[in-house]
Structures are given as C-alpha cells and as structure tokens.
C-alpha cells in the first residue's frame, strides 16, 4: 500500500489483515503530489526485488482552489497525474521484468472519472497548465481525469509496440462519498451529499470495477480501453484523441527530465 498518510494506512493494513489473516501487506509512504517523494517510494520499492505485477493509479483531489505544488505545478495536475505519470515510469521495467519471468500479464489501472468530458475547451491546457489566469477548479479536475484516459492509451499504445506483456486501462468508478469532495463549500457538500446518497456508490461498490479490470481472467489482452461498471464503454473524443495523448506524454516527460 502506497499511501501519503502511514498513519492511517497503518489502520487499514490491520483491518484488512483481520478480515484476511493471510493477507501479506507492506505500507509505504507515497506523495504523488511530490516528485521527490515519488522517486523516493520508487527506488525503496525497486530495491526490495519484489514481483510487480498490477499498479493501480489511484491517488486524488478535486476541485482544489489554485495552488502549486512543491515542484511548481498546479496541484491537481501534479497529483492526479504527473505523480502517477512518474510512478508509473519508474515501475514500468519492474512490471515488464515480471510479466516476463512469470509469464502473467501486467496491468496498469489509471482511476480516471466521467469528469474528464468536463475540462476546458482545448482538453489540456498545455501553454497553461500552471497559469492561475483563466484556472477553474472542476475544469482543473475535469483535465487531470482526461489526462488520466490519454496517459492510459499512450502507454497501451506503446507497450503493444514493444509487444510487452503489460496492458494498461482507465476507469470510471463512479461518483463515491469519501473526503475527496473536502475541497467544496460545506453548505454545497451537504446538500450535494443529502440528494447524492441515492445516486452514489459506497467504496466498495466503487472499487469493483477497478478491481475487476485489475484481476478479471475476462479482461486479459485487452488495452488501452475505457472502463465503466465493468464494461467497455467510449469515452470523450477528446480522450481518444492520439495526436494529445502523445503531446501529453512528450509533455509531461519534459517535466519529469526537467
């Protein structure tokens, strides 16, 4: 478990483990708004020489008011994809080297949103992205989730060219109720919250679709798709944009060589 607080990943390690006493966990710390601390965790993780053989991009805010992170990007841009974008890079040969000497196919799960067709009108702001001028919160969002989709493909794309035995996917897990809205006008949360409850998932129900595309024996070699309640479905045109997502990808492996 990569989480940002140990704290509390420590607590959930021990409910997990007593609802499962076989169950064989190790909790790390991991800030995926943090360069550093994504490079930290990859060098701890690499040197245990332990198989790799799914990677669940999951870490997120939402709605944050503008701000920069310690490596001077926009903060949702920074955590909800460079941080995974990076991670995902510096695991990449760990989860090829595994696929290989097992013979099991890797999977990357890149936790995107339906959020994605709500971003600004040119999809990601590239000349932009760290500009306060013209910045809006859920559009902000909306952009990390899209750039989420499109690293998902890039990477599916080039994987396949490598003919790697690791696929990659994205996923709509649906709208859950957990601390992610914390950024919102309390008046609005609750009121969002009070109509929500009958539309929404609990966390459980919110992670099956992820869990399914993680380890379903039914999605084996599929790629580079868009997950929805267990299914294949189309996302924005935007996100199936190639000429961005490979304008992304260039992008953010600037900023990480930077």
């Known amino acids: 478990m990569a989480v940002r607080n140990v704290s509390s990943g420590n607590t959930i390690k021990e409910a997990i ?27 701890e993780f690499n040197s245990l ?22 490596d001077g990007l ?26 290989r000497t097992s013979d099991i196919e890797g999977r990357i799960v890149n936790v995107a949103s339906d959020a994605h067709k709500i971003t600004y009108s040119e999809g990601i702001r590239f000349d932009n992205i760290n500009s306060p001028t013209g910045y809006k919160s859920y559009l902000a969002y909306g952009q990390t989730k899209l750039a ?26 649906g709208v859950i109720m957990t601390n992610i809205f914390r950024y919102q006008n309390p008046f609005l949360s609750a009121a969002f919250g009070a109509i929500a409850k009958f539309g929404t998932k609990t966390i459980e129900q919110g992670a099956a679709t992820t869990s399914y595309v993680a380890l379903s024996p039914q999605v084996k070699g599929i790629t580079g798709k868009y997950f929805k309640d267990n299914n294949v479905c189309t996302p924005s045109s935007k996100a199936l944009d190639q000429e961005m997502a490979e304008k992304l990808w260039n992008f953010s492996m600037n900023i990480i060589s930077a």
């Not at 499962?20 to 060098?43: C, G, N, Y």
């Not at 020489?49 to 310690?70: D, K, R, V």
């Not at 841009?77 to 595994?98: I, P, Q, R, V």
């Not at 989420?148 to 897990?173: D, F």
């Open 17 to 43: 483990v007593k609802e499962t006493p076989s169950a064989k966990i190790d909790v790390m710390e991991l800030d995926l708004s943090s360069m550093a601390s994504v490079r930290k965790f990859a060098s």
């Open 49 to 70: 020489n332990l198989p790799l053989n799914i990677l669940i991009n999951n870490a997120g805010i939402m709605a944050a008011p503008f701000a920069l992170s310690q």
């Open 74 to 99: 926009e903060l949702q841009f920074a955590t909800n994809h460079m941080g995974h974008f990076l991670l995902t890079n510096l695991l990449l040969e760990k989860m090829k080297s595994t696929s």
């Open 148 to 173: 989420n989709i499109l690293h998902a493909n890039e990477l599916s794309r080039r994987l396949k060219e490598e003919e790697a035995n690791v696929t990659a996917n994205s996923i709509h897990p």
